[in-house]
């Protein structure tokens, strides 16, 4: 029953900026590590930017210095800021997460997605 929901995508025209979030809700016990990946048509699947319950975060060479990975642990939210956007980040971002949704295991979690799509 534990879900990623993204929000926040939509047109922007390069240069402009988007912040997206992911409100994981559900049965939820904690929350190790969320993060942002994408895809655009015709590639493959790769890591945005990511964050562990330590704060340690980690970002792809493309989007170093134009994204911010932040998190509230009270709302089990993630937060992607995109500033300087191009053309290149058009792609569809999708929302991942290691939970805990009991004490016993954790699974990994994915969001449907939201489009970004950059162009003037």
């Known amino acids: 029953q534990v879900q990623l929901v993204e929000s926040g995508g939509g047109l922007v025209q390069p240069g402009g900026s988007l912040r997206l979030s992911c409100a994981a809700s559900?049965?939820?016990?904690?929350?190790?590590?969320m993060g942002w990946y994408r895809q655009a048509p015709g590639k493959q699947r790769e890591l945005v930017a990511s964050?562990?319950?330590?704060?340690?975060?980690n970002y792809a060479d493309s989007v170093k210095g134009r994204a911010t990975i932040s998190r509230d642990n009270a709302k089990n939210t993630v937060y992607l800021q995109m500033n300087s956007l191009k053309p290149e980040d058009t792609a569809v971002y999708l929302c991942?997460?290691?939970?805990?949704?009991?004490?016993?295991?954790?699974?990994?979690?994915w969001g449907k997605g939201t489009l970004v799509t950059v162009s003037s």
């Open positions: 964050i562990t319950s330590g704060g340690e975060t």
């Open positions: 559900g049965s939820i016990f904690s929350i190790n590590a």
């Open positions: 991942n997460a290691f939970i805990v949704p009991h004490i016993l295991y954790v699974r990994n979690y």
